[in-house]
């Protein structure tokens, strides 16, 4: 076995600059640590390097995703269309909203939404279509927003993986509907926790402002600042889903840093692809013909189990021996117990998406990772297959 005595190399770590270290620190001594001017900030800086009129900074992206579907007031048994892979949060929302999950299969190369199996699924109680960027490269936008409009129904785009991604030389955020991207610390460029909403739709910007903030007219920078007013109106029941001060002061430098994170990100995508491309045991991900930028939020291949003598769970075991980390992005959501017992989701029903799921990886992929990190992961691997070292 190689060499298990060195330090464990996570799946993932965050970057983060002095600078940013910094601006938290300065925030934490201003004695304004939630909502307010980083925030504002923040928001400003997101609508200038998404090219997008308005951006609302949240706790997460799942609670973005529930802010918009509830802004669009589902009814009960309302459809929302969406994807089997994902993290279970986009099928949750939809649930918590009153409405109701249909799933089309995935593209076996990319693991994204099968965009030619949409129309089918769509029936008179469609609502919206919520395609995800898995791992950070576009869904075929196109024809996609060619059927919204011709079916009259909304596009939410769950780009958690997206920020910095491009479809046609258009950055996601930039076009279409409405965009919601995470800011979780695996997550291309984090705040800690959060994420954020953007759209094109002043009405949408508007009910998701009032939404995230229990529904007031005016938040808590606007009420206890020297020219505020602390009487204020309930307009909606709304929810507590405001970014703070603290998490937008690394925000601000992460997003500066966020072009050069992915161009590392890329670099190191490009060493594996050329590392892996030989290797039997693994199926690497493919690439759209369209044109795109993709961000690299993780890479991951399939293994394949014949060639590789073992499955992805004993691969990903083997690894945390050898002090490497991997993670598993992600297993159909349809096959979680829930969506098994109240939508009669079973295996078989979306065949693309169980193969990827029951054979993907996520190897080590981040910033701050080094070629030499990348030759540890590249030499585990062939260690645990028994292959011989280059």
Known sequence: MVNSNEAFLPFSRPSISQEAIDEVVSCIKSGWITTGPRVKQFEEDLKSYLHAPFALALTSATAGLHLVLAALELRPGDEVITTPMTFAATLNVIVLTGGRPVLVDVEPGTYNMDVARVEKAITGRTRAIMPVHFAGLPVDLDPLYDLADRRGLRVIEDAAHAIGTEYKGRRIGSFGDTQVFSFHP????????????????????????????????REAWNRFGKKGSQHYEIIAPGYKYNMMDIQAALGLHQLKQLDGFIARRTELVHRYQRLLKDWPEWSL??????????????????????????????????????????????????????????????????????????????????????????????????????????
């Open 186 to 217: 695996n997550k291309n460029m984090t705040t800690g926790e959060g994420g954020c909403v953007v759209t094109r739709d002043e009405k949408l910007a508007s009910d998701v402002a009032l939404l995230r903030f229990h529904g007031m007219d």
């Open 285 to 390: 991900p493919a690439a759209p013909a369209y044109a795109h930028h993709h961000a690299w939020h993780l890479f991951t291949p399939l293994i394949n189990p014949a060639a590789a003598r073992m499955d992805r769970d004993a691969f990903m075991q083997g690894m945390k021996e050898r002090n490497i980390g991997t993670g598993l992005h992600y297993r159909a959501v349809h096959l979680y117990p829930y969506y098994r017992e109240h939508f009669g989701f079973k295996r078989g029903d979306f065949p693309a998406a169980e193969t990827i799921s029951d054979r993907i990886v996520s190897l080590p992929l981040f910033p701050s990772m080094t070629d030499a990190d990348q030759d540890r992961v590249v030499a585990a691997m062939a260690d645990l297959f028994g292959r011989k070292p280059a």
